[in-house]
């Protein structure tokens, strides 16, 4: 899971040490040396926000008064995801943040926000994973990469029923494919796998969802999908 900071650029110092603390704490961060020179900044931002779980907001009197710090709360907060307010200023109180954050989360303790950032990174959204994808999860920690022509649709059947000594007809065994690759492609989306469009697709397991895999809460709820034996 990665942490979007919204942050005034006037106010590098204020985060270039919040960031340091972020790092220190092995807590990935979406920062500005993932942008690419060249292409749109909004989209950047708005993929940033997808795929982000939260965000930390640096509050200053710069960055209140910021309409593109204003757009990124309020991205977050139109995507039902967690803002946290960090007062990094002393001049700024309750009453100068925006209104519906007002009575949320924030403190000038950024122990506080280690600790709520610290929290968020080891939940899962329950309507995110399926046995399904916990098993390519699973095949992604093993293999390092998934990379075409895949075999993992034979993987997926076999995990459902359908028996390895029993011949798959090339229609079925393409609707196992698409399912691989939907499912992949849904992994990524949620920060879960990694997605490298070169002469081909590849998918590897990112430290997100090497995390959420072997979270206790996932193989407890997920036990029959890591009693399943992954085949060779």
Not at 141 to 152: F, Q, V
Request: net charge negative; charged share 20%.
């Amino acid at each position: 899971m990665s942490i979007f900071v919204s942050h005034s650029q006037q106010d590098e110092a204020i985060y270039s040490n919040f960031c340091l603390v972020l790092d220190g704490a092995g807590i990935k961060r979406w920062g500005q040396e993932e942008m690419a020179i060249g292409l749109s900044l909004a989209d950047q931002l708005r993929q940033a926000i997808r795929i982000c779980e939260a965000c930390v907001f640096l509050a200053t009197k710069r960055s209140v008064e910021s309409k593109w710090c204003m757009a990124e709360l309020g991205a977050f907060w139109g995507a039902g995801k967690q803002v946290i307010i960090f007062l990094a200023d002393p001049e700024i109180g309750e009453a100068q943040i925006p209104i519906q954050f007002q009575g949320n989360l924030w403190t000038r303790d950024a122990r506080r926000i280690l600790e709520t950032v610290q929290t968020i990174s080891t939940m899962v959204p329950g309507e995110i994973l399926t046995p399904d994808l916990v098993l390519l999860l699973r095949y992604l920690e093993r293999d390092n990469r998934w990379i075409l022509p895949d075999y993992y649709g034979k993987c997926l059947a076999s995990a459902n029923g359908v028996s390895e000594h029993v011949h798959v007809d090339d229609a079925e065994l393409r609707g196992w494919n698409r399912a691989v690759r939907y499912g992949l492609l849904y992994l990524a989306d949620h920060g879960l796998a990694n997605r490298q469009v070169d002469t081909s697709v590849t998918y590897s397991l990112s430290d997100y969802g090497k995390e959420v895999l072997n979270s206790s809460r996932v193989k407890q709820r997920f036990q029959g999908a890591f009693d399943k034996t992954l085949l060779p």
